[in-house]
């Protein structure tokens, strides 16, 4: 079955430190890969989308940074984490034309 | 990407149908007419989409204009699980999924 894993649930991290959130999905090959943000009592920004291994697209500038070493991996990254990077993050997985499926999110509180 | 307009909130009744609009008057061929939810402290929950035709689920309808200019997704007897942000989002085939700031539905009891 195709299901969407994300890790960790929750973080709390100091400023200034790096992070790594990573997401993987099963069932499928060459899948569509997004990661959004939401910060408190916000709505969900896109931040990274990949539509293959070697394809990455950014949609906000910031100190974040995507990655996908696998077909079905897909990691947001950043070397020093700032404040107003404290939110809840979330993996998806858009087949062409169907439902996203989402992964259970990352609670992240930079401190 | 094709924007949707969607009312900041809308108030239903219990047990009573609601119909919240959303209008993409941008809208092109290619694009499918999404539909998600999001409950407070959880990820986004698909809700319904389609391209043209109108689609039933066990969760919602959706009824697309015959131009495709505007959609009304209808819970057809709310409850008060189904208070919520809706979002309505056009994607096309293959492509992002951007959302907007979405429709608060509070359902009173």
């Known amino acids: 079955s195709q299901t969407i894993h994300q890790w960790p649930a929750t973080l709390v991290q100091p400023v200034g430190s790096p992070l790594s959130l990573e997401c993987t999905v099963e069932?499928?090959?060459?899948?569509?890969l997004y990661w959004y943000r939401q910060a408190a009592g916000r709505g969900l920004q896109l931040l990274f989308y990949s539509i293959g291994i070697d394809q990455i697209s950014s949609e906000v500038p910031q100190n974040l940074s995507a990655s996908r070493p696998q077909d079905r991996q897909f990691i947001l990254s950043s070397k020093k984490l700032l404040l107003s990077d404290s939110g809840f993050y979330l993996c998806a997985w858009v087949p062409p034309g169907l439902e996203a499926f989402f992964g259970q999110g990352t609670r992240l509180t930079v401190v | 990407d094709a924007k949707t307009t969607q009312p900041n909130s809308m108030e239903s009744n219990e047990e009573e149908p609601v119909h919240l609009p959303c209008n993409h008057s941008?809208?092109?061929?290619?694009?499918?007419i999404h539909w998600y939810r999001q409950l407070p402290s959880q990820g986004p929950e698909y809700v319904i989409h389609?391209?043209?035709s109108n689609v039933n689920n066990r969760m919602a309808s959706l009824a697309i204009a015959e131009d495709r200019k505007s959609s009304t997704l209808i819970l057809h007897r709310a409850t008060l699980r189904d208070a919520a942000v809706y979002y309505c989002i056009l994607s096309p085939y293959g492509n992002k999924l951007v959302f907007g700031a979405g429709t608060i539905l509070r359902v009173k009891s």
């Open positions: 389609g391209l043209t």
């Open positions: 941008t809208i092109s061929g290619t694009d499918y």
């Open positions: 069932g499928t090959s060459n899948p569509n």
